[in-house]
């Protein structure tokens, strides 16, 4: 991975990351009451090609920060990307490959609803060079599909499933357990139909009620109950337990996988390796110089239009992370993974040794607790401190 760069001010690069590409499709059809993302309602017609064109600005604005690079894997997120049909997608990707090298056989992720119509546009979807599709299934029981605001039945989402499998080899699909009233035998029992549809990844996520959500003010008001701290920490190590019984370990908190089939581009966010993103509210980190330069665009998708239109490009922050801050955020990323990190490639990206800038002082009370374990090439979180890991990076980066 040695390559000697230069960047527009002429900094060399000894040691470059792998650059992923995150191209963000705000809408959905229903904002669903669990969700924080920067997803936005809208009925009718989007507008497709006003927004791929803005896209298009949105990245030949950031091209200077990564000449010469090539995108290892390319994640089309939101939202709802599946609401564009396969055509724009197509002309999506064309136009990224005409502005930017994307590595053969580079991965690309398409986050689709499981609804009926979407289905019908995956072998578009293929066509147009995407390889990797990721489904929000979120529950396969209908009162609890209904509860979490979903527009699919579970029929459909099996039915999409079975179209994901005809056309891609690779394809991942998400459910959030932890749901009010469920036991964990319930969950099991779900999670069992659900490895009968896997491909090669599930991502599983407990439900987190999130500030600003419609599931907020319900929770606030009493109107429903999550199952108690303890059940929830049962069914999460029963999920690991039965998950890697099946041959998709856990290789993120919440991302099980067989063994080369994890997601390279989420790999990349967690490895505190580079990416850049475009569209309203993308995020990028990306190597320079001696740091990491922080981008974040525009978050609403009317403004992001507005400013792309009139500036050429969506940011509204851009800073240069450092010292400290960029050893926590490399952590912070870094211990959600099973295998922790690779104390030498941490340090490629983060500029320093996690052991040495953490100090004896603040591991040893977490190794002793059975939170982190310390090895010659690496540090990790431990099943148990993956499972608390808000609190222990509260007391390690303190
Ligand atoms: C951007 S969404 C996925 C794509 C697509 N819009 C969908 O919903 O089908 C990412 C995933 O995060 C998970 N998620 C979002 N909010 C959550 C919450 N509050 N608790 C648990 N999981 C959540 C859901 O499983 C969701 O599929
Ligand atoms: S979970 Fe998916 S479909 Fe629902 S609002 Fe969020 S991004 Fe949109």
Excluded at 38 to 66: K, M, T
Excluded at 120 to 147: C, H, I, M, T, W
Excluded at 184 to 196: G, V
Excluded at 260 to 286: E, K, M, S, T
Aim: proline share 5%; glycine share 8%; with cysteine.
């Amino acid at each position: 991975m040695s390559a000697v760069l230069r960047d527009r001010r002429g900094v060399h690069f000894e040691v470059l990351p792998p650059l992923a590409l995150y191209i963000h499709i705000p809408w959905c059809v229903r904002k669903c009451p669990y969700c924080d993302f920067n997803s936005h309602e809208r009925s009718g017609a989007l507008p497709e090609s006003e927004y791929v064109a803005a896209l298009f600005r949105d990245l030949e604005a950031l091209l200077p920060s990564v000449w010469g690079r090539r995108v290892h894997s390319i994640f089309i997120g939101g939202g709802t990307p599946s609401l564009f049909s396969a055509p724009s997608i197509d002309a999506l990707l064309a136009g990224v490959r005409a502005r930017i090298l994307v590595e053969p056989g580079a991965e690309i992720t398409l986050e689709a609803n499981p609804g009926t119509a979407e289905a019908e546009r995956f072998r578009g979807y293929r066509d147009a060079g995407v390889n990797r599709v990721s489904l929000g299934v979120q529950a396969l029981d209908p009162a609890d599909l209904k509860f979490l605001g979903r527009e699919h039945s579970t029929d459909e989402a099996i039915a999409a499933l079975e179209t994901a499998r005809r056309h891609f080899r690779r394809y991942s699909f998400d459910l959030i357990y932890a749901r009010p009233g469920q036991t964990a035998e319930a969950w099991l029992a779900e999670l069992e139909r659900a490895l009968a549809l896997a491909g090669e990844h599930l991502s599983l996520y407990q439900l987190t009620i999130e500030r600003g959500t419609r599931f907020y003010a319900e929770h606030q008001r009493g109107s429903f109950v999550l199952p108690g701290e303890e059940q929830a920490a049962r069914m999460f190590e029963e999920t690991q337990a039965r998950l890697e019984a099946a041959g998709l370990p856990a290789y993120e908190i919440s991302n099980h996988a067989r063994r080369g089939a994890a997601c390279r581009h989420n790999l990349i966010y967690w490895r505190y390796q580079d990416y850049v993103g475009v569209g309203p509210g993308a995020h990028g980190r990306f190597a320079e110089a001696e740091a990491k330069r922080a981008t974040r665009r525009q978050s609403g998708p009317e403004n992001w239009l507005a400013q792309v239109e009139a500036q050429g490009h969506g940011t509204v922050e851009t800073s240069v992370v450092t010292g400290q801050d960029r050893v926590e955020e490399a952590l912070m990323m870094g211990l959600r993974l099973s295998d922790g990190v690779d104390r030498a490639l941490f340090a490629a990206v983060a500029g320093a040794d996690p052991v040495e800038a953490l100090g004896e002082g603040r591991l040893a009370p977490l190794v002793e607790a059975g939170f982190l374990e310390v090895q010659p090439d690496r540090l990790k979180a431990t099943a148990a401190g993956r499972q608390r890991l808000n609190s222990v990076l509260e007391r390690l980066i303190a």
